[in-house]
């Protein structure tokens, strides 16, 4: 499967952006579908998560509560809607997808993501 990032872009502290990833290729209902971030200088961090249905999300620490993910298995599409944005909020945002369990300890290790889409950068201004 093939995925694609987009709507990424500059936003003042305290805004919002949504966060799109489209998937083409295989059925995309078959794979859990996370959402990773890099700030420049630190390891890529996990942000948020989907099961293949829908029906389960699972969410970072530093999110929660003010990012949303969700998933539009008819458009082939996950979206991360991101409120209450802060200046650490600000890095590249890539999307993965892969065939796994709904297993916290699995869906938020990177390494088990087997696809991955090309970033979208994310700015915050204070």
């Known amino acids: 499967v093939q995925l694609q990032a987009s709507g990424g872009g500059l936003v003042q502290a305290g805004g919002s952006l949504r966060l799109s990833c489209e998937a083409s290729?295989?059925?995309?209902?078959?794979?859990?579908v996370g959402w990773f971030r890099q700030a420049p200088g630190k390891e890529r961090e996990f942000v948020a998560a989907?099961?293949?249905?829908?029906?389960?999300?699972y969410y970072g620490d530093s999110v929660l509560g003010r990012f949303t993910i969700s998933r539009d298995n008819g458009k082939n599409t996950v979206s991360l809607q991101m409120g209450s944005l802060k200046p650490e909020d600000a890095a590249v945002y890539y999307c993965?997808?892969?065939?796994?369990?709904?297993?916290?300890?699995?869906?938020?290790?990177?390494?088990?993501?087997?696809?991955w889409g090309q970033g979208t950068q994310v700015t915050v201004s204070s």
């Open positions: 290729g295989r059925t995309f209902s078959s794979y859990a």
């Open positions: 993965a997808a892969a065939d796994l369990p709904w297993l916290v300890i699995v869906i938020k290790r990177e390494r088990h993501y087997e696809f």
């Open positions: 989907i099961s293949k249905s829908g029906g389960s999300t």
